[in-house]
């Protein structure tokens, strides 16, 4: 079946400027994680989102950075006022339940920011 | 991603040989520990877990060892492939329940043929 899909999969983008990620997680998958990875480094984790409960911001490290998704389907991550340190590759994984279980990842997004 | 890892530490296996990669994790209170395999242009993949009620688990060609005395964490690969050679992360689960998993900053192998 189909896996985590991502895009754009590279997005360019001049400082100050807001830019929008998407991922579209697997059919079923209730749990859905963004995470941020700059490079040379590990993952960084954003934002959590599970069925229906409220998302777990607590990774998110400014008010700059929003994420959204339509019940559990299709997530958005937002960030506005693009920064130059905003510049990493941006991942997405969806899981059947909770932190427990295994993440699939998508391709994850290149974000330059200029 | 592409060209992640590019300053990390490197561990180079004559194909064949086995591997072994470390990790030292932070919080003695992680109860779940897991591996993962990251080629250049991709997503990190799920290799294998462990609980911390185990000491060690194998999957095909691949072992996991957690000694938490010492906090730390093994990921042995036998009869390494080119097709191992990739970022390796390791992520533990600072407690139980839903907290998120925490990533080391990884070790890329490279395998030479």
């Known amino acids: 079946g189909a896996g985590v899909s991502q895009s754009p999969s590279n997005k360019v983008t001049e400082k100050g400027k807001d830019v929008e990620l998407r991922c579209d997680p697997i059919s079923g998958h209730t749990a859905l994680y963004w995470y941020r990875q700059r490079l040379g480094q590990g993952l960084e984790f954003l934002i959590y989102?599970?069925?229906?409960?409220?998302?777990?911001k607590s990774g998110l490290p400014s008010d700059r950075f929003s994420a959204e998704r339509t019940g559990e389907s299709v997530s958005t991550l937002t960030i506005q006022r693009t920064q130059q340190e905003d510049s990493a590759v941006y991942l997405c994984?969806?899981?059947?339940?909770?932190?427990?279980?295994?993440?699939?990842f998508g391709p994850g997004t290149r974000l330059t920011v200029l | 991603g592409e060209n992640v890892g590019l300053h990390l530490p490197t561990l180079s296996v004559q194909e064949g040989d086995n591997s072994i990669i470390n990790c030292a994790y932070s919080n003695s209170a992680s109860d779940y520990f897991i591996w993962y395999k990251q080629e250049s242009g991709k997503g990190p993949q799920f290799i294998i877990d462990i609980r911390s009620n185990m000491d060690k688990r194998q999957g095909q060609r691949v072992t996991v060892l957690l000694n938490k005395t010492v906090k730390h964490l093994s990921l042995q690969i036998a009869a390494t492939q080119p097709g191992d050679s990739a970022v390796y992360f390791c992520?533990?689960?600072?407690?139980?329940?839903?907290?998120?998993?925490?990533f080391g900053k990884g070790t890329r192998l490279s395998v030479i043929a």
């Open positions: 994984a969806s899981t059947k339940g909770g932190w427990g279980n295994e993440q699939f």
């Open positions: 992520a533990e689960r600072p407690n139980s329940g839903n907290t998120p998993l925490v």
């Open positions: 989102f599970q069925g229906n409960s409220a998302p777990d």
